[in-house]
T-cell receptor, first 113, second 115 residues
Framework: GENVEQHPSTLSVQEGDSAVIKCTYSDSASNYFPWYKQELGKRPQLIIDIRSNVGEKKDQRIAVTLNKTAKHFSLHITETQPEDSAVYFC????????????FGTGTRLQVTL | DSGVTQTPKHLITATGQRVTLRCSPR?????VYWYQQSLDQGLQFLIQ???????AKGNILERFSAQQFPDLHSELNLSSLELGDSALYFC??????????????FGPGTRLTVL
């Protein structure tokens, strides 16, 4: 089955700096890669996603890049703010009729003042 | 608020007991998913239902079972509970439940504590 590795497990940046979180996946059949943000005690919320026919996608301060050859994708957050502090999960879906999301192990991002 | 509701919010029980967690999907969503989130295991996919039928199975123990009813709400039954079953259990829903075609929206979760 699919295996998703995520690095780093914790990341501390100063407010205004950029943060980058990287994920690699194992199954080349995966074609959809969402990113979820989870604040302490809350539900995971989708913040951005990318499909395998696209190399990059941006939404304001958030961007995701995908390298299908290397089987890795990354989340980039620019001009970080304290409210960006949360745990971020990457995920991958194996193509087919079922949506079996395989999550990475999460990155705890701390944005300090 | 994602529109997905889960009850109860918290559940405390003893080892060996059985509990039922309930999930109501967003209006119009036909597919329901269950996930387990524990400190050492991260978010693990358990099972998916689409319009009442099981569609995909993940790392779900034999002591756990689920079903989706005609009104599309779903229940996750956990039996012979062990200390290691203590976790946050999330339900998510999506319109079609097809890989990569629709977004999964998560409910607020049920925190299960097994003593």
């Amino acid at each position: 089955g699919e295996n998703v590795e995520q690095h780093p497990s914790t990341l501390s940046v100063q407010e205004g700096d950029s943060a980058v979180i990287k994920c690699t996946y194992s199954d080349s059949a995966s074609n959809y890669f969402p990113w979820y943000k989870q604040e302490l005690g809350k539900r995971p919320q989708l913040i951005i996603d990318i499909r395998s026919n696209v190399g990059e996608k941006k939404d304001q301060r958030i961007a995701v890049t995908l390298n299908k050859t290397a089987k890795h994708f990354s989340l980039h957050i620019t001009e970080t703010q304290p409210e960006d502090s949360a745990v971020y999960f990457c995920a991958a879906i194996i193509t087919g009729t079922a949506s079996k999301l395989t999550f990475g192990t999460g990155t705890r991002l701390q944005v300090t003042l | 608020d994602s529109g997905v509701t889960q009850t109860p919010k918290h559940l405390i029980t003893a080892t060996g007991q059985r509990v039922t967690l309930r999930c109501s999907p967003r209006s119009g969503d036909l597919s329901v998913y269950w996930y387990q989130q524990s400190l050492d295991q991260g978010l693990q996919f358990l099972i998916q239902y689409y319009n009442g039928e099981e569609r995909a199975k993940g790392n779900i123990l034999e002591r756990f079972s689920a079903q989706q009813f005609p009104d599309l709400h779903s229940e996750l039954n956990l039996s012979s509970l062990e200390l290691g079953d203590s976790a946050l259990y999330f339900c998510a829903s999506s319109v079609w439940g097809l890989a990569g075609t629709d977004t999964q929206y998560f409910g607020p979760g049920t925190r299960l504590t097994v003593l």
